[in-house]
Nanobody, 111 residues
Framework: VQLQASGGGLMQPGGSLRLSCVVSGTTIRLKTMAWSRQVPGKERELVASIAPGGAKDYADSVKGRFTVSRDSAKNMLYLQMNSLKPEDSAVYYC??????WGQGTQVTVSS
């Protein structure tokens, strides 16, 4: 299973970014998918998850600002991030389940 996240970059506070994740080697159709983030020296934080049926869960730190979605037919996972804050800066990873993480994409929120 390979997961490749993309869409990160530098954004000013209050801005938006949309992360995408393409999954290959398996189908995500019956799997809970997730996004996490990690800052060097800190533990990984589970940001959002989405079940096969569409049920979503979010970390308190991103509720109301981030939206996770999936396109199981395309084996794709997305994370829409709005009202970004400097504390959202991290490397973001997409996950097959909540314990297998792919390559990440850097998000930096700074003025």
């Amino acid at each position: 299973v390979q997961l490749q996240a993309s869409g990160g970059g530098l954004m000013q506070p209050g801005g938006s970014l949309r992360l995408s994740c393409v999954v290959s080697g398996t189908t995500i159709r019956l799997k809970t998918m997730a996004w996490s983030r990690q800052v060097p020296g800190k533990e990984r934080e589970l940001v959002a998850s989405i079940a096969p049926g569409g049920a979503k869960d979010y970390a308190d730190s991103v509720k109301g600002r981030f939206t996770v979605s999936r396109d199981s037919a395309k084996n794709m996972l997305y994370l829409q991030m709005n009202s970004l804050k400097p504390e959202d800066s991290a490397v973001y990873y997409c996950g097959y389940g909540t314990s297998y993480w792919g390559q990440g994409t850097q998000v930096t929120v700074s003025s």
